[in-house]
């Protein structure tokens, strides 16, 4: 037995989370069963491309979602746009999700946001649909992915809610693992076309090869993730404040020159 809000109960917490992300695919069923949450893991990483262009004053046009759990971010950028704005719309793919997901294993350290960092997920996940989603796929799954958040947000003990929270953190932040082969990838066929992949035309905006930089997008993942799991994990965090005396009540202390004090 664990004593409840220990590190070790906030980490066997996660460790569930991660090996259900890990095992799910290889149970009978586990293909369909994760299937919805492939499709939110493509909308986390298209939305970072989406949301990037936004951020560096582009527009986003559409989000695509395929099948077969590929994706595809339109953006109309500006013709005399700068390399590093073109470098920044591709490497917002793959380090959206990352964001999002350590965000939400932040969020899984406060009680008070649980419900709210669901009801936030849901909401973003129905306004891009309204908004930017465009394909068969996308309508189908998205809708029903967010309905299932926000139902565990509204209904949810505060135990499920948690576990949701954080499994949804760990499913972005693995994500980089699960897109390894495409960092590392050149091109590739979405959607039936082939072309550049993230890393690829990174590559074709900053010269250097694409695999330096699936390697650099792997190592800023690497220290968010960690960053956020110190974090969530940390116990002095998890120290309750020291208790809040009435007003009429006086405390003295004793200083490091032996004075007392009030």
């Known amino acids: 037995m664990v004593e409840p809000g220990s590190q070790a109960e906030q980490v066997g917490r996660l460790l569930i989370a991660v090996v259900i992300v890990l095992t799910l695919p290889a149970l009978p069923l586990g293909t369909y069963l994760i299937y919805p949450f ?3 893991t493509t909308w986390f990483h298209e939305m970072g491309h989406g949301m990037a262009a936004l951020l560096l004053g582009q527009d986003f046009e559409r989000l695509l979602i395929f099948a077969d759990g590929s994706g595809l971010a339109e953006s109309y950028i500006e013709a005399d746009g700068s390399r590093l704005m073109r470098a920044g719309i591709a490497a917002g793919g793959p380090l959206g999700p990352v964001i999002v997901g350590a965000a939400l294993i932040v969020a899984s350290a406060h009680e008070r946001a649980w419900r709210p960092a669901l009801w936030i997920t849901a ?3 129905f306004a891009s649909v309204i ?3 465009r394909s068969p796929v996308g309508y189908a799954v998205l809708p029903l992915v967010a309905a299932g958040l926000a139902l565990v947000a509204w209904r949810g003990s505060a ?3 948690r576990f949701v929270l954080q499994f949804l953190g760990v499913l972005g932040s693995m994500s980089m693992l699960r897109d390894f ?3 590392f990838t050149e091109d590739a066929v979405i959607g039936g ?3 550049l992949s993230d890393t690829g035309q990174i590559e074709a905006a900053l010269i250097l090869p694409h695999w330096i930089w699936a390697a650099l997008i792997l190592l ?3 220290v968010i993730v960690g960053a956020s799991l110190k974090y969530a994990l940390s116990d002095r965090r998890r120290l309750s404040p020291r208790q809040k005396l009435p007003p009429n009540v ?3 202390r004793r200083g490091p020159t032996d004075r007392w004090r009030r």
């Open 131 to 133: 908004v930017y989603v």
């Open 123 to 125: 909401g973003a996940i």
């Open 181 to 183: 082969n495409y960092l």
């Open 220 to 222: 800023v993942s690497a």
């Open 159 to 161: 135990a499920w809610v």
């Open 38 to 40: 492939v499709i939110l």
């Open 250 to 252: 006086l405390q003295f």
């Open 193 to 195: 076309r082939r072309q």
